[in-house]
């Protein structure tokens, strides 16, 4: 893949990131033309090619981007030694709430990525296993119960974030910190009478 110089080169690149990122998420991948793109971008055909070798080439750098920066924001999230318990719920609150926002900020890379890409049970999958990794460290330190199963845990989250990011996130229903309020409430406290959520 060559790349544009300069500023100009830069937003130029962007652009058509973007318009391709809103065709895929229209159209698919299949329908998607490289014609479409640059008239969206309001690029030409062959400046196309002085970022991109194809339209594999930029399906597969936002598909990258996205799995990267999923990758990175989970491994930033393992909680380290010494957090006091009282701590716990909010570190995982904000964490939650990273990830949804992180899904809003650009729905159309989060259409492709989580539900159109043909690779995206196994984005969800590698993002599972990260998640199980961190649980079971933190489940070591004492900040979640012994007996367990985190694996079992990281796919209940997993499917949790998947479904309300398309039924309520993508369609604007609601918004990142009133999902990552209810997702953290029902696993941390889950559904039985007298635990204090916390938004009381």
Do not use: W
């Not at 936002?62 to 010494?82: A, I, W, Y």
């Amino acid at each position: 893949m060559k790349s544009g110089k300069g500023r100009k080169g830069q937003e130029s690149r962007k652009r058509l990131l973007k318009a391709a990122a809103n065709e895929f998420s229209l159209h698919g991948f299949h329908d998607t033309k490289v014609s479409t793109i640059v008239k969206r971008a309001g690029l030409t055909q062959p400046s196309f090619y002085l970022y991109f070798q194809s339209k594999d080439a930029i399906f597969e750098e936002l598909m990258t981007d996205f799995r990267s920066h999923l990758k990175k924001l989970t491994k930033s999230f393992r909680l380290e030694q010494g957090i006091n318990q009282e701590d716990v719920s909010k570190r995982v609150l904000a964490a939650v709430e990273t990830v949804f926002q992180f899904l809003a900020a650009d729905p159309d890379l989060t259409r492709i990525g989580f539900f159109l890409n043909p690779d995206a049970k196994q984005v969800k999958s590698d993002l599972a296993m990260a998640l199980k990794e961190n649980l079971e460290a933190e489940q070591q330190l004492g900040y979640f119960r012994f007996g367990l199963e985190m694996d079992t845990v990281a796919e209940c989250l997993i499917g949790m974030i998947e479904h309300l990011t398309d039924f309520y996130l993508l369609t604007g229903k609601k918004d990142p910190a009133s999902l990552a309020v209810q997702v953290v409430d029902l696993m941390m406290r889950g559904l039985l009478p007298g635990q204090a959520s916390e938004t009381e």
